[in-house]
């Protein structure tokens, strides 16, 4: 069922509402697929009064923000809105907390070294991350030993039935290894608008982890951190404005001790992590060792220099991706019984409504 069979063609569309406009330039992987409705907001208002719009006249929406973790695979039906609510303002809490409001919108690299200029802990492990600060949240955003989880304090979100703005306790968001509530059961519910961190005057630095200890020399301070994130992310991972990816495309899988204890005694050079009473496999290794680093098929590639990285050449469809992660995946679980999962956000995604209404025409021919 079209979703916006409501819609005629003699329907004036609101301002800044286009149609049949390609989304090549706002996703990451550069892969041009169109929006059926389009429309770049600035702010709250305008918002409101788009998804009020789209409420009316039954169109489902779907919000992007930098469009770095994300895998678009085919037209989006509806209104894709480009979220650019803007703003950041510091407040101090109490001696040594700073709460940071930012819009949605902002550029989360921006914002982090921002924090930085100002002496503020808390996010420097999470330099050069592609994305907004809106996006953020939704799938935990994490580098370094450090997740976003944990310096943020609330989520503000508009509420897409009833058009309430408001804000969520961060610790209501169901944050997990590249996971929240976002993603999963508030899925249709939330567009989010503003997240508030929590950030620190003064704090420990983490240094231990994916070899940060080394890149600094002398003493550590909140601006080497920074710059060492930036220096060790730049090295390993492509830069998406010179060679298009998503970053990480699969999370690092997790596996009971019994499963990583004989597959450490198969490959001894296995790299992993405990994590509670499970594993952590670094996927990147798994794909590695399996052969697929820096290879190339139809214009898209594992990436030469971090196998958990598939980069896009220069194909124009998802499809040639589509195949390479499933004979990635095909291949890892053939030769260590492992399931990789991707970690992208694939568009455009069918509602449960849409779903069952496919179903029951399907069923009525
Ligand atoms: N490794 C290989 N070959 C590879 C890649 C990795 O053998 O091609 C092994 C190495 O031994 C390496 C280990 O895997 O030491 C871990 O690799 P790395 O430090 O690059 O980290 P990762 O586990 O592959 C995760 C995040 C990254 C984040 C880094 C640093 C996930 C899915 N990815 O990668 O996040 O930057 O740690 O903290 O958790 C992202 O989410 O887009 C992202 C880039």
């Known amino acids: 069922m079209d979703s916006t069979q409501h819609i005629s063609d003699a329907t004036i569309l609101p301002p800044r509402v286009e149609k049949n406009v390609s989304l090549q330039q706002y996703n990451t992987f550069r892969f041009d697929y169109q929006a059926e409705f389009f429309a770049l907001v600035e702010d709250l208002m305008t918002l409101k009064s788009l998804v009020g719009w789209a409420k009316q006249h039954n169109i489902c929406v779907t919000m992007l923000g930098g469009g770095s973790n994300l895998l678009i695979s085919a037209d989006i039906p509806g209104l894709v809105i480009i979220n650019r609510l803007r703003g950041c303002h510091a407040k101090e809490e109490s001696g040594n907390r700073i709460s940071l409001i930012v819009g949605a919108g902002e550029n ?16 420097e492990n999470l330099a ?5 600060a ?36 961060a610790q209501d968001c169901g944050f997990a290894y590249r996971d929240s509530h976002f993603k ?5 519910k939330y567009f989010i608008t503003a997240i508030e961190l929590s950030l620190k005057k003064r704090a420990d630095l983490l240094l231990s982890y994916g070899g940060l200890a080394n890149q600094i020399e002398g003493e550590p301070s909140l601006k080497k951190v ?25 999370k690092n899988p997790m596996v009971s001790t019994t499963q990583h204890n004989q597959l450490k005694e198969s490959f001894p050079s296995l790299v992993s992590f405990p994590h509670g009473n499970e594993f952590k496999l670094a996927a990147g290794w798994l794909i590695d060792q399996a052969g697929w680093k820096g290879k190339t098929q139809q214009g898209v590639g594992v990436y030469e220099k971090q196998a958990l990285v598939l980069v896009n050449h ?12 499933a004979n990635i995946k095909a291949n890892v679980f053939n030769l260590y019984g492992v399931e990789l999962e991707r970690e992208p956000v694939q568009l ?12 029951s025409e399907e069923s009525q021919t």
């Open 108 to 123: 989360w690299h921006e914002m982090v070294e921002f924090t930085v200029q100002n002496h503020w802990f808390g996010v």
């Open 128 to 132: 050069l991350i592609p994305g907004t």
């Open 134 to 169: 809106g996006a953020a949240p939704v799938q935990n955003i994490g580098a370094y030993g450090v997740e976003v989880k944990d310096s943020l304090a609330r989520v503000q979100v508009l509420d897409r039935q009833t058009l309430d703005v408001y804000w969520v306790n």
């Open 184 to 188: 999963g059961l508030w899925k249709d």
């Open 226 to 250: 920074f710059q060492a994130v930036c220096q060790v992310r730049s090295s390993k991972l492509p830069d998406p404005n010179v060679l298009a990816n998503a970053g990480s495309f699969f």
């Open 314 to 325: 220069q194909a124009i469809k998802a499809e040639p991706l589509l195949e390479l992660e």
């Open 348 to 359: 455009p995604v069918l509602s449960q409504k849409e779903l069952s209404g496919m179903l």
